[in-house]
C-alpha cells in the first residue's frame, strides 16, 4: 500500500503561481512513477504530469508545457507540481498518483491522494 496526502490548494489570480506538494509513505520503494491528474467540474479527470522515480525523467500533457513543472526532493517521498501563469481553465481539483505497475507502455496508477482544490480567479 502506498498512502499519498497532498497539500492544501488554495486561491489564486490568474498569471500567479501555486505548488502542490505530494507526500508518500508506506510501500513507496513499489512505486514506479508519481502522476499529477486534475478533474474540473463537468469534465473528466485528465493527465497533467509524470514523474518516474528511478530515473527523474518526467513528461508533461502538452497543454502544460512550460507552465508546470513536476519534481521531487532528494528523499523521494515527495512530488512537487509548481504551476506558474495559472489560467482560469486551470480550476480544478488535482490529485496525486502513485504508478506501481505498466500495462504494456502505459503507468497504471493504482493509489491516488484525496485531491485539493485549486481555483485561478480572472
Known amino acids: 500500500q502506498v498512502q499519498l496526502v497532498e497539500s492544501r490548494g488554495g486561491l489564486v489570480q490568474a498569471g500567479g503561481s501555486l505548488r502542490l506538494s505530494c507526500a508518500a509513505s508506506?510501500?513507496?520503494?513499489?512505486?514506479?512513477?508519481m502522476g499529477w491528474f486534475r478533474q474540473a467540474p463537468g469534465k473528466e479527470r485528465e493527465f497533467v504530469a509524470r514523474?518516474?522515480?528511478?530515473?527523474?525523467?518526467?513528461y508533461y500533457a502538452d497543454s502544460r508545457k512550460g507552465r508546470f513543472t513536476i519534481s521531487r526532493d532528494n528523499a523521494k517521498t515527495t512530488v512537487y507540481l509548481q504551476m506558474n501563469s495559472l489560467k482560469p481553465e486551470d480550476t480544478a481539483v488535482y490529485y496525486c498518483?502513485?504508478?506501481?505497475?505498466?500495462?504494456?507502455?502505459?503507468?497504471?496508477?493504482?493509489?491516488w491522494g484525496q485531491g485539493t482544490q485549486v481555483t485561478v480567479s480572472s
Open positions: 514523474l518516474t522515480w528511478s530515473s527523474g525523467n518526467t
Open positions: 498518483a502513485a504508478s506501481t505497475r505498466v500495462a504494456g507502455a502505459m503507468y497504471v496508477y493504482d493509489y
Open positions: 508506506g510501500r513507496t520503494f513499489s512505486s514506479l512513477a
